[in-house]
C-alpha cells in the first residue's frame, strides 16, 4: 500500500489569491493525479502528474489555471491559481500502488474561496 | 466517452437489511470495475474490483459482479452494519490497472441500529 500525506488539510482563501497543495507519498510510485471534487458531486480527474515533464491536462483543466508540479517519485503540488468561488472543492492527490492493481488516495484538501 | 452512473442517494436501512447500489457504466473495450468507499473523516478506500467480464469482487462482506452484458456492477451485501454507513463510489478505469478513474457521482448510505 501507498501512504500519502495532503497539505493542507483544509483552507479558506481570497478570490484572486492562489494556493498550493502538496501531495507526499511515503514510497516511489510511477503515477500520480489530482482529482477535484465539487461541492455535492463525483470526483474529476484534473490532470496526471509526470515526473520530469510536463503534466496531463484532461479536457476542460488548463495549466494556467493548475499548474502542477512533480520533481521526483514521491512528490508532487497542484496549485489553484487566480481563485473564484467556483473553484470550491476537495482536490485528492492519488497515486497508483505497485502492480498497478489499485488506486490510493489522500484524505483531500477542502479550500473554500470567499 | 467512459461515465458511471449510480444510484442516487441517499440510501437509509436498518441493521441487517439487504443492501444492493446500482452501477451502471458506459466504456469502449474492456474497462476495470471498482468500488471505492468514504468513511467519515477519512480519505478513500478501496473496497472491490475485477478486471474482467464475470469476475467477482468481494470484501468485507460486500459484492460485485462484473456483468458485460448489462454494463453493471451492482455492489451488495447481505447484512449491513451500522459501520457500513459511508459513502460509496462506483468507478471505472479504462485500463488494465487503476489508472485515470471515472467515478459515478457517489451513494451516500446510512445505516441506522
Known amino acids: 500500500s501507498a501512504v500519502i500525506s495532503q497539505k493542507p488539510s483544509r483552507d479558506i482563501c481570497q478570490r484572486g489569491t492562489s494556493l498550493t497543495i502538496q501531495c507526499q507519498v511515503d514510497s516511489q510510485v510511477t503515477m500520480m493525479f489530482w482529482y477535484r471534487q465539487q461541492p455535492g458531486q463525483s470526483l474529476t480527474l484534473i490532470a496526471t502528474a509526470n515526473q520530469g515533464s510536463e503534466a496531463t491536462y484532461e479536457s476542460g483543466f488548463v495549466i494556467d489555471k493548475f499548474p502542477i508540479s512533480r520533481p521526483n517519485l514521491t512528490f508532487s503540488t497542484l496549485t489553484v491559481s487566480n481563485m473564484s468561488p467556483e473553484d470550491s472543492s476537495i482536490y485528492l492527490c492519488?497515486?497508483?500502488?505497485?502492480?498497478?492493481?489499485?488506486?490510493?488516495f489522500g484524505q483531500g484538501t477542502r479550500l473554500t474561496v470567499v | 466517452g467512459n461515465s458511471v452512473t449510480q444510484m442516487e442517494g441517499p440510501v437509509t436501512l436498518s441493521e441487517e437489511a439487504f443492501l444492493t447500489i446500482n452501477c451502471t457504466y458506459t466504456a469502449t473495450g474492456y474497462p476495470s470495475l471498482f468500488w471505492y468507499v468514504q468513511y467519515p473523516g477519512e480519505g478513500l478506500q478501496l473496497l472491490l474490483k475485477?478486471?474482467?467480464?464475470?469476475d467477482k469482487g468481494s470484501n468485507k462482506g460486500f459484492e460485485a459482479t462484473y456483468r458485460k452484458e448489462t454494463t453493471s456492477f451492482h455492489l451488495e451485501k447481505g447484512s449491513v452494519q451500522v459501520s457500513d454507513s459511508a459513502v460509496y463510489f462506483c468507478?471505472?478505469?479504462?485500463?488494465?490497472?487503476?489508472?485515470?478513474?471515472?467515478f459515478g457521482q457517489g451513494t451516500r448510505l446510512t445505516i441506522n441500529p
Open positions: 475485477a478486471t474482467k467480464a464475470d
Open positions: 468507478a471505472l478505469s479504462d485500463s488494465v490497472g487503476a489508472q485515470k478513474l471515472v
Open positions: 492519488s497515486v497508483i500502488g505497485a502492480g498497478n492493481t489499485e488506486a490510493f
